[in-house]
T-cell receptor, first 120, second 113 residues
Framework: GAVVSQHPSWVICKSGTSVKIECRSLDFQATTMFWYRQFPKQSLMLMAT?????????EQGVEKDKFLINHASLTLSTLTVTSAHPEDSSFYIC????????????????FGPGTRLTVL | GQQVMQIPQYQHVQEGEDFTTYCNSS?????IQWYKQRPGGHPVFLIQLVKSGEVKKQKRLTFQFGEAKKNSSLHITATQTTDVGTYFC?????????????FGRGTQLTVWP
């Protein structure tokens, strides 16, 4: 159980275009999802917390207008990278908490497989 | 600000040798979690420690939470090639009710056969 999917798994786009990444919890409902960015051989940098039915909470230094997050349902959150530039190229991973079950009382995060974004 | 530091960044061992990674937080943590990310994969939850001085074992993996709840360690006995990956510790952000985590930088483990 507690499976999270992401789509697409990889995307290549031209500079200036927008890219939408979907994160779905397949077998549980997630009121909260998280979006991370990971550079090669580096840690996970939390970008924002996605809340179902309300505005996302962005981390300091993350541009809200550039990284649009929508959490329209209990199983879907989307991250849209607007006007993408080469420096936005990265590995984007989402995660979700299953607050009703899990090994750690709902504290652990279940990660999606990630999306590799390359901006030319 | 709150920080979670992890050392070493890299560790190369011969198969059969032991491995340890250490995690230190600048603040007291209510719990600490450990995740493993295989090369090309995504992080997978391993365990959560909650109590001061807690020790938990998963086969060859031993997890410890310090008495002051500010540090933790993961020890692998007799490493195998299947242990290859990056191990992250993560602590909850102080005051966060949404479950946000601070991740350490991770320790990348390479096991030579």
């Amino acid at each position: 159980g507690a499976v999270v999917s992401q789509h697409p798994s990889w995307v290549i786009c031209k500079s200036g275009t927008s890219v939408k990444i979907e994160c779905r919890s397949l077998d549980f409902q997630a009121t909260t999802m998280f979006w991370y960015r990971q550079f090669p051989k580096q840690s996970l940098m939390l970008m924002a917390t996605s809340n179902e039915g309300s505005k996302a909470t962005y981390e300091q230094g993350v541009e809200k207008d550039k990284f649009l997050i929508n959490h329209a349902s209990l199983t879907l959150s989307t991250l849209t990278v607007t006007s993408a530039h080469p420096e936005d190229s990265s590995f984007y991973i989402c995660s979700a908490r299953d607050t009703f079950r899990g090994l750690a009382g709902g504290n652990e995060q279940f990660f999606g497989p990630g999306t590799r974004l390359t901006v030319l | 600000g709150q920080q979670v530091m992890q050392i070493p960044q890299y560790q190369h061992v011969q198969e059969g040798e032991d491995f340890t990674t250490y995690c230190n937080s600048s603040t007291t943590l209510s719990n600490i979690q450990w995740y493993k990310q295989r090369p090309g994969g995504h992080p997978v939850f391993l365990i959560q420690l909650v109590k001061s001085g807690e020790v938990k074992k998963q086969k060859r993996l031993t997890f410890q939470f310090g008495e002051a709840k500010k540090n933790s360690s993961l020890h692998i006995t007799a490493t195998q090639t299947t242990d290859v990956g990056t191990y992250f510790c993560a602590g909850p952000r102080r005051g966060s009710t949404l479950g946000r985590l601070y991740f350490g930088r991770g320790t990348q483990l390479t096991v030579w056969p």
